[in-house]
């Protein structure tokens, strides 16, 4: 089986549902990051062979749809998404959270009002930040 997904949920993942022969529905969810080699199987849940009453297993792979263009600040928030350094996935870290609210800001937002957000995130990045040794 052949799945077609976009490149957001290649990296975030998402819920096949499929429609089994036998009238079931099977809705498989996909944690991983797919890559264009990536294929999931889905052990018992193939087609049937009569002769010995087992199923086989069922194999989806994937075809992911890249985007033509992207946006400047689509392109801006990968670099800063996939660029992240490891101190910033902590849950705790104020600079993640601050990541994230910046990352919610309206689309139609003025620059200034983007510029004025971003200055206010940078002093308190600042001043969360450990003062160095003494």
Known sequence: MKQEVSL??????????????????????????????????????????????????????????????????????LQLALRLPQELTNANNIQTRLLSTAMKLPPNLAETERQKVEAVNNLLVKRDEQPPPE
């Open 8 to 77: 957001c949920d290649s990296l975030t993942g998402f819920v096949i549902p499929i429609q089994m022969p036998d009238g079931r529905k099977l809705n498989v969810a996909i944690e991983e990051v797919i890559d264009p080699s990536f294929c999931k199987i889905i052990k018992g849940e193939g087609l049937l062979d009569k002769e010995r009453n087992i199923r086989g297993d069922l194999i989806i792979t994937f075809h992911i749809h890249f985007p033509k263009k992207l946006l400047p600040i689509q392109r801006d928030l």
